[in-house]
């Protein structure tokens, strides 16, 4: 993986035997993860999209969708340090804020309405907003 491509968007996933595991992206990271199953994740951290340094990903920001293209995936998810830089994002760019379980399961749905997929997850974070189909 080229840390310099993708510093943007780059996730590390370390396993409770202690293997670590550096990708792309969110997407490239939810299928490393899915093919173990019989590991355990003890730490996962994403890349900032501003700053590009390293965050905790179940305590970051995310936005999912967009105008950006995504790494790996029709549906972008990039994450942020604070909240601010979010909606920064999303008033640039469009998507939907949410929670790393939006995020994560995000990257296993292929369906195109956000806002649907978002509903049922309002409780864990998900912030459903009007967006024309085409920005997702």
């Known amino acids: 993986m080229d840390r310099t491509k993708f510093a943007q968007s780059r996730a590390l996933i370390i396993y409770d035997d202690g ?3 550096g990708t792309c992206s969110l997407h ?3 299928i ?3 093919l173990k199953i019989d590991k355990t ?3 996962i951290q994403v890349a900032d999209y501003g700053t590009k340094k390293r965050i905790d990903a179940e305590t ?5 969708g967009g105008s950006k293209p995504g790494v790996m995936t029709r549906r972008a998810k990039w994450a942020f340090a604070s909240q601010t830089s979010a909606d920064a994002f999303i ?6 804020a949410g929670a790393f379980e939006v995020a994560l399961n995000a990257a296993f749905w292929v369906g195109r309405n956000v806002n649907f997929f978002c509903a049922p997850m309002e409780a864990v974070g998900c ?3 009007s967006m024309p189909a085409t920005a997702v």
Do not use: F, L
Not at 60 to 64: G, L
Not at 91 to 96: K, L, S, T
């Open 32 to 34: 490393d993860m899915s």
């Open 41 to 43: 994740p003890v730490s």
């Open 28 to 30: 490239c990271a939810a």
């Open 60 to 64: 970051a920001n995310w936005v999912i």
């Open 19 to 21: 293997t670590v595991v």
């Open 127 to 129: 912030r459903p907003i």
């Open 91 to 96: 008033a640039a760019n469009g998507g939907i």
